[in-house]
């Protein structure tokens, strides 16, 4: 079963915004997936989510 999606708007620096778009285009990710990548590993290394089989979050540092 796939996961439900819900939009939310954001409102995010022009800096910070180029800068994800950036980092969005060296991993070929949309920015969207980008956005909750970032997301999702944050959560993940503050204990606020656990890590699923169907969202791996690669550690370069484990």
């Known amino acids: 079963m796939a996961a439900e999606k819900k939009a939310y708007p954001l409102r995010i ?3 910070v915004l180029e800068a994800m ?3 969005s285009e060296d991993e ?3 920015l ?3 956005i909750e990548y970032v ?3 944050a ?3 503050a204990g606020r989510l656990k890590a699923r089989k169907a969202d791996p979050v ?3 540092d484990e």
């Open 13 to 15: 620096s022009a800096a």
């Open 21 to 23: 778009q950036a980092w």
């Open 28 to 30: 070929l990710r949309s």
């Open 32 to 34: 969207n997936a980008q």
């Open 39 to 41: 997301l999702r590993d």
């Open 43 to 45: 959560l993940r290394r």
């Open 58 to 60: 690669e550690d370069p």
